[in-house]
């Protein structure tokens, strides 16, 4: 497997073509370029996505970008947790899709802090404020806003918002 670098906006728009958790990027690329799938491995079937309840409820996210907070935040983990709460307190029903993402070896959200720490050697797991879960921290600010995507991506959410989010992370 090589390692590519790519440009904010095709990274997003990538990760925005994601039609299940866990679709991995050379998926992602290989069915928007119609190119057949990889001999030996399997193509997972598209999970059951969650649709948020309404548009009301993703006021809490509107208000967090537009007050400034996120950009007076020193910290980038700081900027992380405060928009993975206010994404369980819009939809705590679509963020429940948050424990089907996943590294390629490493668990990122769980309801047991346990569970993320028999994941790997260093997830320095964090409570999520306000939420019934955790969420390993011991990562860059790009796997950071990759986590958040795929989480947004999971609950709805346009390009536009996402892009807006992970660029305030």
């Not at 346009?158 to 989010?165: F, K, N």
């Amino acid at each position: 497997m090589k390692t590519i670098e790519l440009d904010d906006d095709l990274y997003f728009y990538i990760a925005s073509q994601t039609r299940h958790i866990g679709e991995s990027a050379s998926d992602i690329l290989r069915r928007l370029l119609e190119q057949p799938a990889h001999q030996g491995v399997p193509v997972a079937k598209p999970a059951a996505v969650a649709q948020p309840s309404a548009v009301a409820t993703r006021q809490g996210l509107q208000a967090l970008l537009d007050s400034g907070d996120l950009q007076k935040e020193e910290k980038s983990i700081n900027r992380f947790m405060q928009v993975l709460s206010t994404l369980y307190r819009d939809d705590p029903v679509g963020f429940t899709q948050a424990t089907e993402i996943k590294g390629r070896k490493r668990v990122y959200f769980s309801r047991d802090p346990e569970a993320l720490r028999a994941s790997g050697s260093t997830t320095k797991p964090k409570p999520v404020p306000e939420t019934p879960f955790w969420v390993i921290t011991n990562t860059n600010t790009t796997r950071k806003q990759n986590m958040v995507t795929l989480l947004m991506v999971s609950m709805g959410y346009g390009d536009e918002v996402i892009a807006q989010v992970c660029g305030a992370i």
